[in-house]
């Protein structure tokens, strides 16, 4: 089995067609972890039939552990809620995962917009994950549960927890690029424009390497949103 862990806050305008997008099959677990949301998220995942579940609002590592701890599948699989699954999404996973070496694995990106820009933060994207195996959670990371086990989850920090958690995978075999993109929505690029939201997370990114509190990066980040 596979648990498709999501979690979410106040995403009632996006939950809805992404879990449309997962077929319902006995082999196949959704799980949406709510983080506060004041809108209808919740009852959406509820009438499509997902499990859902609350979770303090820290961060959307506590959301995914706590996904994590209830999940009944073998393989883990932790979705962003505003990106679809590509078609034939379990397969590749399960491919993935039974190749040698393979610790996780996750997918290439596309972006939803018209924007030519848009094209050039995925291929920086995508080169960066399969020369460097080091993809974002927005690239849907997969595992299998006792990977995930063994290495205690998510870090309990307010941002860069995919980060950090890919960084510890690398040092435990390899992660493994699906050559097929999952579609993210290209709200945070249409919000701020791409040059400006590229530039915040390369701050971030460096403010980390740097040493900067996890917690005062999330107050920059919040500023800058």
């Known amino acids: 089995m596979i648990s498709i862990i999501i979690p979410v806050l106040n995403e009632a305008k996006t939950i809805q067609t992404t879990l449309l ?7 196949l677990e959704i799980i949406v972890v709510d983080g506060g949301s004041e809108d209808d998220t919740l009852k959406l995942a509820q009438e499509w039939g997902a499990i859902t579940i609350s979770s303090p609002q820290t961060g ?4 995914m552990n706590t996904g994590a701890a209830i999940a009944s599948g073998e393989i883990l699989l932790f979705l962003h809620a505003d990106t679809h699954l590509p078609r034939g999404y379990a397969k590749m996973v399960q491919d993935t995962l039974g190749r040698s070496q393979a610790i996780a694995g996750a997918f290439e990106l596309k972006i939803a917009g018209e924007m030519r820009a848009l094209r050039w933060v995925e291929r920086m ?3 960066r994950s399969h020369y460097c195996s080091l993809p974002y959670g927005d690239q849907s990371l997969f595992l299998k549960a006792t990977t ?3 290495l205690g989850g998510f870090p309990d920090i307010p941002l860069m927890e995919d980060f950090e958690f890919v960084r510890q995978l690398r040092k435990a075999g390899r992660i493994y690029i699906v050559p097929h993109p999952v579609l993210t929505s290209g709200r945070r690029w249409q919000k701020l424009g791409v040059l400006k939201t590229t530039a915040i997370n390369q701050v971030i990114i460096l403010g980390y390497f740097l040493g900067v509190s996890p917690y005062r990066l999330a107050q920059w980040y919040r500023t800058f949103q």
């Open 125 to 127: 994207v995508n080169l």
């Open 148 to 150: 995930f086990q063994d």
């Open 60 to 63: 959307r590592a506590k959301q």
């Open 21 to 27: 997008t997962l077929e319902k099959s006995p082999s």
